[in-house]
C-alpha cells in the first residue's frame, strides 16, 4: 500500500472478496521525505500515514517493511550502472520483477501468506490449458502489464491485480470515494520514487560526476562535445550545441551513448529507424511460445506485438529465438515497421493480443540504416 | 486475550492513577490564580510534586514538571548547554554512544546551530560506557565542557550504566551531569540527593539534572518531569508567566500532575518487590528463549544485576525483527524490534551498532519488556507463540536476502 488511490482500493476489493488481509507499506528508502511533493504520491512518511488511514477504515493491520537495502542494491545501484553502461534502464520493472513479486513475495510466503495484491493495472486470467496468463487490464490508458512482463509464472501464481477488470481510473476513484478513502483525489505518481525533485540528470551527476567529452558522428568525425555522457539519451535532439554543422544541414539525434570512450554518437533522424532488437535477458509471463503453441520449435519466427515504453504504443513484429550457437540464446524481435528511438538497457515486451508472452532487457539494436547510405 | 510485553515503549495505566486524573479533570482552578479555585488546584499541584519529587530523592522546588520525558531531556541538554557558556567557552557536549534519539537529535541540533562538539565515548559489547574514556576526557578538557549527559539504563537493551562512577568523575571534574532516566525510573532506585553527597558533589558540578516520564511508571502520556538540583542553573527553553522557578513556563496540568503522583507512589511503594517479581519473570523468559532458539543472542548485560529487570533483548541470526513482531502480533503478543521508528519505518539500531554488533545482527533484534502488571501467564504465552513464529521468520529471513525469484 504505497497510500496511493489504486492499492488502496485494490485492498478494499481484497477485504471485500473475504480474504484475510494485511496492509503492507515498503520503506523503499532510509531516509523517507516528510512530506508528499509535486507530483509524487508514494514513499514520504505522509504517503505511510495515508496508507495507514486506508488500512486503518478497511480494518486491517498494517505495516511498514522495510526493503530499503535490496532496493538500494537491486534498484537504485542497478539504475546508475545501467545508466553510467550507457543504457537506459527502468528502474519501475526493475523493482516488480526484484522487491515487490521476489523480495516481498517470498517474504510473504514464507509468513503464511498466499498472494500479494497490488494496485496494478493488469490481469491475470486462465489460458487455454489452465495455465495462467498476464493480459492488459480493461482501462487502456491505465494499462501496467508493460511494467509487469518481467513476472515469470511462478510470480503470477501468487500475484493478484483487483483493478484488472475495471474500465477506468475515473472509476477507481469514484469507487474510493464511496468507500469514503481519503486518497480518492490524490493527485497521481509520474516520476522515479527515488528521484524526488524529477531531474534525473542532475541526480545522476551527483552520483557518477561528469566528465566531458566528444559528440561525433556515425564515420567518428567531432563534430562537438558533451559535459557528461550520461546526459544523453538515444532520440534526443535538443541540447546538443554542436560546433560543426551537418552537411546537409538537418537536425542531428543522439543515437548511442559510448560510455567506454565517454562519446555520444549523433546522426540524422533516419538513422533512429530500429530494424531489430536482442536482449540475451529474457523471460515468459507463463507458458513460453513453444509451450503456448505459437511456434512448432525453438528457432522459428512467431507474429507478435513488442512494446518498449510503459506508455508507447505496440506495433505488429515477428520474434524468435536465437539459440546463438556459442553464445547465449536471445530473443530476437523485428518490428515491421523500424520502431525510433530504441535504445538498450529498455525492455521489450512481446504481447500476443492483450496477452504478455514475455520480454528482454535490450542488448542490442541493428539500424535501419546503415552507415553510409 | 491479547499480552503486552512491549513496557518500554509504555506501560498501561495504573488504577489509582487513572482514578487520580479523572477525580482531577473534574475540577476547575489555574494554580497561579489567586482566588480559592486557584488555590485548591495549586495544594493538589504542589502536593503531587512533592510526591514525585520524593520517589526521586528530591525537594519538591527541586521537581520541574514538563510535557514529557523528551522535553526534559532537551531542558537538561540545552538549558545547561546554554547557561555554562556565560562565564567561559564550553562547546563541548560529552556523551555515550547509543543513547536516545531525545538525547542524540538534540546534541547534533546545538553542533549543527551552535557549534557544539559532540563527543562521543564508546560502549562495550554489553553496552557499558568505557568509563575510562570519560575520565580521560574529563582529564583533558574539563573546562571546555558544558556538560556529561548518560542513559541511567540504555532504553533498548537494558544495560544499566556506572552512575555512581561517572557522578564521582563528573563531581570531581566540576562539570554538570544529567541522567536520562526514563527507562530506569520504576525498574530501579533512581533518586538526586543520596548519589550527590556519595559523589561527592559540589554546587552547580556532578549529578545535577534527571529526566524521567510518567506513562513508563503506569501514569499517563503527556506529562514528564526534569528533577533539577537547586544548585544547578539552567536556561529556559519556554518563555512566559515564569512558572516553575522560571525554568518551565506555561500553565500546569493539574490532572495529570495528580496522575503520575498517583503511578510513582504505587511505584515507591512496591519498587523492591515488584523489580524483584519481574527479574524473575524475566530470567524465565530468557531461559524460555534460549531453549526454542538456542542461537538467538542475549544483548546487553547477562548479569542479572546489570540490566533492567524488566528488559530481555535479543538478536535472532538469520530472523528479521520485524517478521518476528509481525508473527507475534498476529499470535496476540505484542513485542518491539526495540530501535527507532519514524511513521513505522524501521532502522537497524544504532545501540547494537554502537555495541559492534553488525548491521544484519541488529536487523534480527527483538526486545521484550515487562512492567508493573506482566504475569507469568504473559511471558508463557509468549514462549508459546515464539517456536512458530521464529521458524516462519528464518524462513522468511532468508528472503529478505536473496529470494528463489532472482534470476
Known amino acids: 500500500m504505497s497510500g496511493g488511490v489504486d492499492s488502496a482500493v485494490a485492498a478494499a476489493r481484497a477485504v471485500e472478496a473475504g480474504h484475510d488481509v494485511v496492509g503492507v507499506h515498503l520503506a523503499l528508502s532510509r531516509m523517507p521525505g516528510t512530506l508528499r511533493t509535486g507530483s509524487r504520491g508514494c514513499c514520504t512518511i505522509e504517503d505511510s500515514m495515508d496508507a495507514q488511514r486506508v488500512a486503518n477504515l478497511l480494518e486491517i493491520p498494517y505495516y511498514v517493511w522495510d526493503f530499503s537495502e535490496r532496493f538500494k542494491e537491486d534498484v537504485v545501484d542497478d539504475f546508475v550502472a545501467e545508466y553510467t553502461a550507457g543504457r537506459t534502464p527502468n528502474p519501475c520493472m526493475r523493482c516488480n520483477e526484484r522487491i515487490k513479486f521476489a523480495a516481498l513475495l517470498e517474504k510473504a510466503l514464507a509468513l503464511g501468506f498466499d498472494a500479494v495484491v497490488t494496485g496494478h493495472y493488469a490481469k491475470v486470467l486462465p489460458g487455454p490449458s489452465g495455465e495462467l496468463e498476464l493480459h492488459r487490464a480493461s482501462a487502456e490508458a491505465k494499462d501496467q502489464s508493460y511494467v509487469l512482463g518481467v513476472l515469470t509464472a511462478e510470480q503470477l501464481a501468487h500475484a493478484w491485480f483487483p483493478l484488472g477488470d475495471t474500465p477506468s481510473k475515473e472509476l477507481v476513484r469514484q469507487e474510493a470515494e464511496r468507500r469514503g478513502l481519503a486518497v480518492a483525489r490524490k493527485p497521481d505518481s509520474y516520476d522515479i520514487c527515488f528521484i524526488p525533485d524529477g531531474d534525473t540528470k542532475g541526480w545522476l551527476a551527483d552520483r557518477v560526476g561528469e566528465t566531458p567529452g566528444d559528440i561525433v558522428d556515425r564515420t567518428g568525425a567531432v563534430v562537438g562535445s558533451h559535459d557528461g555522457a550520461h546526459a544523453y539519451t538515444v532520440g534526443q535532439r535538443r541540447g546538443l550545441r554542436l560546433g560543426t554543422p551537418a552537411p546537409d544541414g538537418r537536425p542531428r539525434f543522439v543515437l548511442e551513448v559510448r560510455p567506454k570512450e565517454n562519446t555520444v554518437v549523433v546522426g540524422p533522424k533516419e538513422a533512429l529507424a530500429t530494424a531489430e532488437i536482442a536482449g540475451s535477458r529474457f523471460s515468459w509471463a507463463g507458458l513460453d511460445p513453444v509451450a503456448s503453441g505459437l511456434v512448432g520449435a525453438d528457432g522459428e519466427d512467431f507474429e507478435c506485438e513488442v512494446q518498449i515504453r510503459a506508455h508507447a504504443d505496440p506495433v505488429p513484429a515477428v520474434a524468435r529465438i536465437d539459440r546463438g550457437g556459442e553464445g547465449a540464446a536471445e530473443l530476437v524481435v523485428r518490428p515491421t515497421q523500424p520502431l525510433d528511438g530504441v535504445a538498450p538497457g529498455q525492455t521489450a515486451v512481446v504481447y500476443v493480443g492483450t496477452r504478455v508472452l514475455g520480454q528482454c532487457t535490450i542488448d542490442r539494436t541493428v539500424s535501419a540504416v546503415p552507415v553510409g547510405a | ?263 510513582a507512589e504505587a511505584v515507591a511503594l512496591r519498587l523492591d ?81 554502537a555495541m559492534g554488533r553488525s548491521e544484519s545482527e541488529a536487523r534480527g533484534a527483538l526486545r521484550i519488556t515487562l512492567g508493573h502488571d506482566s504475569s507469568e501467564d504473559d511471558v508463557d504465552a509468549f514462549l508459546a507463540a515464539l517456536p512458530a513464529a521464529h521458524e516462519r521468520a528464518a524462513k522468511a529471513g532468508l528472503a529478505a536476502r536473496r529470494t528463489s525469484f532472482d534470476r
Open chain 2, 1 to 263: 486475550m491479547p499480552v503486552y510485553l512491549d513496557h518500554a515503549a509504555t506501560t498501561p495505566m495504573r488504577p489509582e492513577a487513572v482514578a487520580a486524573l479523572t477525580a482531577a479533570l473534574g475540577t476547575v482552578g489555574n494554580p497561579a490564580s489567586i482566588h480559592s479555585a486557584g488555590q485548591r488546584a495549586k495544594r493538589s499541584l504542589e502536593e503531587s510534586r512533592a510526591v514525585v519529587a520524593a520517589t526521586l530523592d528530591a525537594d519538591p522546588i527541586e521537581l520541574v514538571f514538563t510535557g514529557n520525558g523528551t522535553e526534559a531531556i532537551n531542558l537538561a541538554i540545552k538549558g545547561l548547554s546554554w547557561q555554562r557558556q556565560h562565564d567561559a567557552e564550553r562547546p563541548r557536549i560529552v556523551l555515550p554512544a547509543g543513547e536516545h534519539h531525545a538525547t542524540l537529535d538534540t546534541v547534533e541540533w546545538l553542533a549543527a546551530h551552535e557549534g557544539a562538539e559532540i563527543v562521543e565515548l564508546p560502549l562495550d559489547e554489553l553496552g557499558r560506557l568505557d568509563v575510562d574514556a570519560l575520565a580521560a576526557e574529563l582529564e583533558a578538557n574539563a573546562d571546555r565542557i558544558a556538560l556529561v549527559t548518560m542513559l541511567w539504563a540504555n532504553n533498548e537493551v537494558g544495560t544499566v550504566q556506572p552512575v555512581a562512577r561517572v557522578a564521582e568523575l563528573t563531581a570531581a571534574a566540576g562539570v554538570p551531569l544529567h541522567l536520562d532516566a526514563v527507562a530506569a525510573y520504576g525498574q530501579l532506585p533512581v533518586g538526586l540527593h543520596a548519589l550527590r553527597a556519595e559523589s561527592g558533589a559540589q554546587p552547580g558540578a556532578g549529578l545535577v539534572a534527571i529526566s524521567v516520564s510518567a506513562h513508563k511508571i503506569g501514569g499517563p502520556a503527556g506529562i514528564g518531569a526534569l528533577v533539577l538540583d537547586r544548585t544547578g542553573r539552567i536556561e529556559p527553553l519556554i518563555h512566559g508567566g515564569g512558572q516553575q522557578r522560571r525554568v518551565r513556563s506555561g500553565t500546569q496540568d493539574v490532572a495529570a500532575a495528580a496522575s503520575f503522583a498517583a503511578a
Open chain 2, 273 to 353: 518487590a515488584d523489580a524483584e517479581r519481574m527479574a524473575a519473570l524475566r530470567d524465565r523468559l530468557i531461559a524460555g528463549v534460549a531453549a526454542v532458539a538456542p542461537d538467538a543472542v542475549l544483548s546487553g548485560d547477562p548479569a542479572p544485576s546489570g540490566r533492567l529487570p524488566g528488559n530481555a533483548h535479543f538478536a535472532f541470526p538469520g530472523c528479521e525483527g520485524d517478521s518476528l513482531l509481525f508473527l507475534l502480533d498476529a499470535a496476540g503478543v505484542a513485542v518491539s524490534t526495540g530501535s527507532a521508528c519514524q511513521a513505522g519505518v524501521p532502522e537497524p539500531s544504532h545501540v547494537l551498532l
